[in-house]
């Protein structure tokens, strides 16, 4: 793949990359002496005068805009402790920061550093453009800098430029360093990138220098997750190559003392079981002269520190705010030793922040109005009630099909296609029943928050309609089948209207056995997939999925054929996007906003505005259709021979 250089904001405008945050050491010896303090801290300055030095780093990866505690949001009680088994929040999270940051403050410096993936799973990230809420936030609550996840482009580069924008005019924002993205080009969705580099919002390298100690900060966007993001004209160089430059510049030029690689690329089992693999390992492997990875992206939560090459720690902190990582590792002529890992669960025997928490009853106004209203909902709006845990967990497949079941034929109830499909990872949260079961807009919208649309570019895929013969759906199921070790079980295909039978003992491309079109209602009716038969299939699915369907024969090397069609068997000629490495992007399923064949995007018209159906909306209309006992009651999620059916039969 041929890329350009990467973009130097420190470079194009000179700009010093360096927050001294200490004098010198030996003014500050000085001041301490006449100030008769120094035996306040004279075990820092034991320390220091034996050339050992400690430091701590504070950490999260993937928080996806989980500012209120994980579900349900009406249980979320921040305020006081003991009442809620809720996990994360902000507002929790912050005063955890604090905590942690007055303990170890006399011990060393601290730092507070975030993985990416800031964005994008609740309703909150679905206003990001109008509010920059995730990096004000982060800045409120002390970070030292973030770095780009793959779902920070969801929107786009405009639409990430505009959300780092609205928080830089704010006056809250934290560096964001991006080494390996590139958006140095001509193309107008790159402008607000291009004027933030130039502002030294965004930057390739950051030193700090706190408490003594020269820390030299880089972030990468690993080769793995750049296959998920939505670059459109920026691209990502090599992540391992950009590596090696960086850590050169921090040594030879910046002098650093200790250099952090903020590494958003995911971590995985080796077939012992433990965690030895992923990109967050790899680029620890190849460049020694990385002190410090704190990784992300495959929402692990480390235990113990990953110790690649005798010397340089990996940690992650999970997902979702759900932990804070602490990090504490000595400096000794040289060595770096791991003093002390440990995750500290963000739940509630944490009395949260009010400070944050009421910015973030501020940003809920914004959200409504911006993401629900157009569609008659609002954030804090009760829909219905869960009689039980509807799970989303990727590798235990019979744990989740009730959710799966209810989202796929929620999405063919909207659209009346033949099938509905999506994925497991399309399914970015559980419900989860709580104290009293209530599920609100908020908890629903976290089912499915991911992307944009295409008539209608305000947040959540729209559902998208094309036909496929048998033969390509089976082509679309194997490749889907594949899994992933970083991300086991997340391309899991979950259907309405279709099951099929798999047999994975069966070689690769060849283990689906079987499909059949119908449903528990009306039966099931096997059809031919091996060719011979060119009747078509309507399908819908969400357009963030959707993009990965198009780009399979590209992904397989054309070993796996499909192309999406009209009614009449026409190919589908509006596609954005073609492009020979998918690694940049991925083909759009359908055209820019100008030119949209409204006849295979799922929308309703009003005043002669095509509205389109998103994904969310699809779930929010289905549960509120559900029958109610008595009138003003909400309606209770039915736990029933439909949200029990397997529709994906393993064989063999």
């Given at each position: 793949?041929?890329?350009?250089?990467?973009?130097?904001?420190?470079?194009?405008?000179?700009?010093?990359?360096?927050?001294?945050?200490?004098?010198?050491?030996?003014?500050?010896?000085?001041?301490?002496?006449?100030?008769?303090?120094?035996?306040?801290?004279?075990?820092?300055?034991?320390?220091?005068?034996?050339?050992?030095?400690?430091?701590?780093?504070?950490?999260?990866?993937?928080?996806?805009?989980?500012?209120?505690?994980?579900?349900?949001?009406?249980?979320?009680?921040?305020?006081?402790?003991?009442?809620?088994?809720?996990?994360?929040?902000?507002?929790?999270?912050?005063?955890?920061?604090?905590?942690?940051?007055?303990?170890?403050?006399?011990?060393?410096?601290?730092?507070?550093?975030?993985?990416?993936?800031?964005?994008?799973?609740?309703?909150?990230?679905?206003?990001?453009?109008?509010?920059?809420?995730?990096?004000?936030?982060?800045?409120?609550?002390?970070?030292?800098?973030?770095?780009?996840?793959?779902?920070?482009?969801?929107?786009?580069?405009?639409?990430?430029?505009?959300?780092?924008?609205?928080?830089?005019?704010?006056?809250?924002?934290?560096?964001?360093?991006?080494?390996?993205?590139?958006?140095?080009?001509?193309?107008?969705?790159?402008?607000?990138?291009?004027?933030?580099?130039?502002?030294?919002?965004?930057?390739?390298?950051?030193?700090?220098?706190?408490?003594?100690?020269?820390?030299?900060?880089?972030?990468?966007?690993?080769?793995?997750?750049?296959?998920?993001?939505?670059?459109?004209?920026?691209?990502?160089?090599?992540?391992?190559?950009?590596?090696?430059?960086?850590?050169?510049?921090?040594?030879?030029?910046?002098?650093?003392?200790?250099?952090?690689?903020?590494?958003?690329?995911?971590?995985?089992?080796?077939?012992?079981?433990k965690f030895t693999g992923g990109?967050?390992?790899?680029?620890?492997?190849?460049?020694?002269?990385?002190?410090?990875?704190?990784?992300?992206?495959?929402?692990?939560?480390?235990?113990?520190?990953?110790?690649?090459?005798?010397?340089?720690?990996?940690?992650?902190?999970?997902?979702?705010?759900q932990n804070l990582g602490e990090?504490?590792?000595?400096?000794?002529?040289?060595?770096?030793?791991?003093?002390?890992?440990?995750?500290?669960?963000?739940?509630?025997?944490?009395?949260?922040?009010?400070?944050?928490?009421?910015?973030?009853?501020?940003?809920?106004?914004?959200?409504?109005?911006?993401?629900?209203?157009?569609?008659?909902?609002?954030?804090?709006?009760?829909?219905?009630?869960?009689?039980?845990d509807l799970p989303n967990t990727?590798?235990?497949?019979?744990?989740?099909?009730?959710?799966?079941?209810?989202?796929?034929?929620?999405?063919?109830?909207?659209?009346?296609?033949?099938?509905?499909?999506?994925?497991?990872?399309?399914?970015?949260?559980?419900?989860?029943?709580?104290?009293?079961?209530?599920?609100?807009?908020?908890?629903?919208?976290?089912?499915?928050?991911?992307?944009?649309?295409?008539?209608?570019?305000?947040?959540?895929?729209?559902?998208?309609?094309?036909?496929?013969?048998?033969?390509?759906?089976?082509?679309?199921?194997?490749?889907?089948?594949?899994?992933?070790?970083?991300?086991?079980?997340?391309?899991?295909?979950?259907?309405?209207?279709?099951?099929?039978?798999?047999?994975?003992?069966?070689?690769?491309?060849?283990?689906?056995?079987?499909?059949?079109?119908?449903?528990?209602?009306?039966?099931?009716?096997?059809?031919?997939?091996?060719?011979?038969?060119?009747?078509?299939?309507?399908?819908?699915?969400?357009?963030?999925?959707?993009?990965?369907?198009?780009?399979?024969?590209?992904?397989?090397?054309?070993?796996?054929?499909?192309?999406?069609?009209?009614?009449?068997?026409?190919?589908?000629?509006?596609?954005?996007?073609?492009?020979?490495?998918?690694?940049?992007?991925?083909?759009?399923?359908?055209?820019?906003?100008?030119?949209?064949?409204?006849?295979?995007?799922?929308?309703?018209?009003?005043?002669?505005?095509?509205?389109?159906?998103?994904?969310?909306?699809?779930?929010?209309?289905?549960?509120?259709?559900?029958?109610?006992?008595?009138?003003?009651?909400?309606?209770?999620?039915?736990?029933?021979?439909?949200?029990?059916?397997?529709?994906?039969?393993?064989?063999?």
């Open positions: 793949m041929k890329v350009a250089p990467a973009v130097s904001a420190a470079k194009e405008v000179g700009k010093e990359t360096t927050l001294r945050e200490t004098s010198s050491r030996r003014d500050f010896l000085a001041r301490s002496s006449k100030a008769g303090a120094a035996i306040l801290l004279c075990g820092d300055l034991v320390v220091a005068a034996e050339g050992k030095k400690t430091f701590t780093i504070l950490h999260t990866n993937d928080l996806h805009s989980n500012f209120i505690g994980l579900g349900p949001a009406s249980d979320y009680t921040p305020f006081s402790t003991g009442d809620d088994k809720t996990l994360g929040g902000y507002a929790r999270l912050a005063a955890l920061i604090r905590q942690r940051k007055e303990a170890r403050q006399g011990l060393g410096p601290v730092l507070v550093l975030d993985d990416g993936d800031y964005s994008m799973g609740t309703a909150f990230g679905g206003a990001i453009r109008e509010t920059g809420a995730e990096l004000q936030l982060l800045s409120r609550m002390g970070y030292d800098a973030t770095t780009f996840g793959n779902h920070e482009f969801d929107f786009g580069p405009d639409g990430l430029g505009q959300s780092i924008g609205v928080a830089a005019k704010a006056g809250h924002v934290p560096p964001v360093v991006a080494s390996n993205t590139n958006f140095d080009g001509k193309h107008a969705t790159l402008a607000d990138l291009q004027r933030l580099a130039k502002d030294g919002v965004i930057r390739r390298h950051l030193v700090i220098e706190r408490g003594g100690v020269r820390f030299g900060i880089f972030g990468l966007l690993g080769k793995e997750a750049v296959v998920y993001t939505q670059g459109g004209a920026a691209s990502f160089p090599d992540a391992i190559e950009t590596a090696k430059e960086m850590v050169n510049v921090l040594h030879e030029k910046e002098k650093v003392d200790v250099v952090i690689c903020l590494s958003h690329g995911g971590v995985a089992r080796g077939k012992d079981g990109d967050d390992v790899r680029v620890a492997e190849a460049v020694p002269g990385i002190d410090v990875v704190i990784g992300g992206h495959s929402h692990t939560a480390l235990q113990e520190a990953i110790l690649v090459n005798g010397r340089t720690p990996v940690v992650q902190a999970g997902k979702y705010g990090l504490v590792i000595t400096v000794d002529g040289g060595k770096l030793t791991v003093e002390s890992y440990q995750l500290h669960p963000i739940d509630d025997t944490i009395a949260g922040d009010r400070a944050i928490a009421d910015e973030i009853d501020r940003y809920k106004k914004t959200v409504t109005k911006v993401v629900f209203t157009s569609r008659g909902y609002r954030i804090d709006q009760p829909l219905a009630v869960a009689a039980r990727f590798t235990d497949i019979a744990a989740g099909t009730p959710l799966a079941n209810l989202v796929t034929d929620s999405f063919r109830k909207a659209i009346n296609a033949d099938i509905a499909i999506t994925a497991n990872a399309m399914m970015r949260a559980g419900i989860t029943r709580g104290k009293s079961g209530v599920q609100t807009v908020y908890d629903v919208f976290a089912v499915a928050p991911l992307g944009a649309g295409i008539v209608d570019t305000t947040a959540g895929s729209a559902l998208v309609t094309a036909y496929f013969t048998g033969q390509e759906l089976k082509h679309m199921l194997e490749f889907l089948l594949v899994d992933n070790p970083t991300h086991p079980g997340e391309t899991f295909p979950r259907t309405s209207g279709m099951r099929f039978r798999y047999d994975m003992s069966r070689p690769m491309f060849d283990v689906v056995t079987a499909i059949e079109i119908g449903d528990i209602d009306h039966g099931y009716r096997a059809i031919d997939i091996t060719g011979e038969d060119e009747r078509l299939y309507s399908l819908t699915c969400p357009l963030f999925f959707g993009k990965i369907v198009v780009a399979i024969p590209t992904y397989t090397k054309g070993k796996l054929t499909l192309v999406p069609k009209n009614k009449q068997g026409e190919p589908l000629k509006e596609k954005a996007e073609l492009v020979d490495d998918p690694r940049d992007d991925t083909p759009d399923l359908l055209p820019p906003p100008s030119t949209v064949d409204k006849s295979s995007v799922a929308a309703v018209a009003e005043k002669g505005t095509v509205r389109e159906i998103k994904e969310w909306q699809a779930i929010m209309d289905y549960l509120s259709s559900l029958p109610v006992k008595r009138k003003g009651e909400l309606p209770i999620i039915p736990i029933d021979e439909h949200a029990g059916e397997v529709r994906a039969i393993k064989v063999g």
